[in-house]
């Protein structure tokens, strides 16, 4: 059964269409949202394409064959310029005019490079998502936010963007890899720890949730819920008050940890996965949690197999200087997504520093 939900942005606003088994389903959302002859291009990655092929009868969930099909190699590098530019030549070698789409088929990477390529393109042409990991499928597909890395940075360079639709098919999770999934939870951790309660009780419940959970469909939903609540107040991330930037917790320490080991140690989930605890801890430092609370949030991360600390050493220094670089620092200030209790985040800007240099000792930094 299809359920759907709106992400309310007046006339960008857009659905979210929730399907799981078979592709029946997501064939008839997709026909219902394409028009019969528009000329679309599908981007998708090496793996996402033999895996459907593999796994899915291929491409047989779109309604009409695209214009063209653009591969990228998997992986964060195709995030970049030399990406983008791919793209651009494909679409316009193959006709893709305004009044064409593009299509995302795989996870954060691809839907953020495709995102911006459709940002663009033309100054601006249709752009359908359909997410294939968890992590994609609860947070990058919603929200428009869309980019490509610089070699001197991550997302350095993208544009808000709302898609046309999202297409949420649950099933297609079944074929990614344990760590990709666990790195996902992080993220669906992150929304209960700052927005519901409820839903981090039930993670807790659950105990170790799977692809083949029967609550993971609602959970997916719940996820979406959040984010489209929160984008819907504040889409372009400027409410100084909270808003969309408390999406961000335990980001600003996950970026630091991801940039200061050169992108290629942590998966982007694993980081957010340290920087929740260390955001934890810092509510702790701060009274707003217990040491119960904080016991629990590292509990329910440990089931997921991600890390609560730098699975390797890394300077103090490296971390600090990579927290400055961050786009979350604002005149000059470091601003901090904090828990004022488990469901409930805020925002706050005068952390002493000494206490951000313990946190960072504490999780295995070291002096130089
Ligand atoms: N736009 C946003 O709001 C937002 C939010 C969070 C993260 N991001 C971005 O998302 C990116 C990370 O995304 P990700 O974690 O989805 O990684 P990813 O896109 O690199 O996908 C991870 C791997 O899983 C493979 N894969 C995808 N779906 C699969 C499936 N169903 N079965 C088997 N393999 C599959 C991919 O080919 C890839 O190798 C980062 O670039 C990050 O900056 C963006």
Sequence with gaps: MTTTYSVELGNRSYRIFFTHNDCKELKANLKQSFSSNLRYAIIMDQVIEDTLENNFSGLDFLPHPPAVKITLKAGEQSKSISGLEKIYHELVNNGIDRSGAIVAIGGGVIGDLAGYAAASYMRGIGLYQIPTTLLAMVDSSIGGKTGINLPTGKNLVGAFYQPKAVFIHSSFLQTLPQNEFNAGMAEIIKYGLLADTNLFSQLQMIGKLSSKHKDLPNIIRTCCKIKASIVRK??????????????????????????????????HGEAVAVGLVLAGKLSLRLDYLSQKDLDAIIKLIKEYDLPISLRNPLPIATLIDAMRRDKKILHGKFNFIVLERIGKAIIIDNINDHWINDLWLEAGATVN
């Design 234 to 267: 504040d889409e372009k991330e400027t409410d100084s008050s909270g808003g969309r930037a408390l999406l961000n917790l335990g980001h600003t320490f996950a970026h630091a940890i991801e940039a200061a080991s050169g992108y290629n140690q942590y998966l």
